[in-house]
């Protein structure tokens, strides 16, 4: 097993949590893991990015729609690639200098690494791969409704954490007010 791979076990001491939180955080999609034989191995940095959260609502929005591009990038990964490289040299021409120039390089590095370094690009939760995604060259290789149906996904599983209340509560909290 490589080092910066972690079982669900030592992700869970890490973040001070049950192995099922661990299990459930994964199956919601909001650790990302690879199957490693039979068990789930987490990548540090996206277990390290769970205790210091600082994820905004828009690098969140960002992180989700770059997971569903990788799921496109491992179905095809010839065309995502094509599709990237085309999008960079596009952005070189637009952004010929200044703090976009720095990140564009980068990407460069990224995508001449290969599939691999692009897939751990698209969906860690590092703060060097956050800052990395604001300037994406993998505009268009999703398509409108595909890009909806995630954001629409996004917004259902921050749904699914509020927890109903009762009216008894809320008429005390009201009064308390």
């Known amino acids: ?10 992700a869970a001491i890490m973040l001070r949590t049950t192995r099922q939180h661990i299990i459930g955080l994964c199956a919601r999609g909001l650790l990302p893991y690879v199957i490693d034989g039979s068990h789930r191995r987490l990548r540090r940095s996206d277990v390290e990015a769970l205790i210091r959260p600082v994820l905004t609502r828009k690098q969140v929005e960002q992180l989700w729609l770059h997971q569903a591009i990788a799921g ?28 976009e120039w720095e ?28 800052e990395l995604r604001e300037t994406s060259p993998f505009a268009g290789v999703l398509s409108e409704e595909e890009r909806q149906t995630v954001l629409t996904a996004l917004s259902e599983s921050r749904q699914d954490r509020a927890r109903p209340v009762s009216m008894a509560t809320v ?4 009064r308390a007010v």
């Open 1 to 10: 097993m490589r080092s910066d791979l972690l079982s669900i076990g030592e």
């Open 72 to 99: 496109r990038l491992v179905a095809n990964p010839t065309s995502v690639m094509a599709a990237a490289t085309i999008n960079l040299r596009r952005l070189r021409r637009l952004h010929p200098e200044g703090r």
């Open 103 to 130: 990140w564009l390089d980068r990407w460069q590095v990224v995508l001449d690494a290969g599939a691999e370094a692009v897939l751990d690009a698209l969906t860690s939760s590092s703060e060097y791969a956050i």
């Open 171 to 174: 008429e005390r909290v009201m």
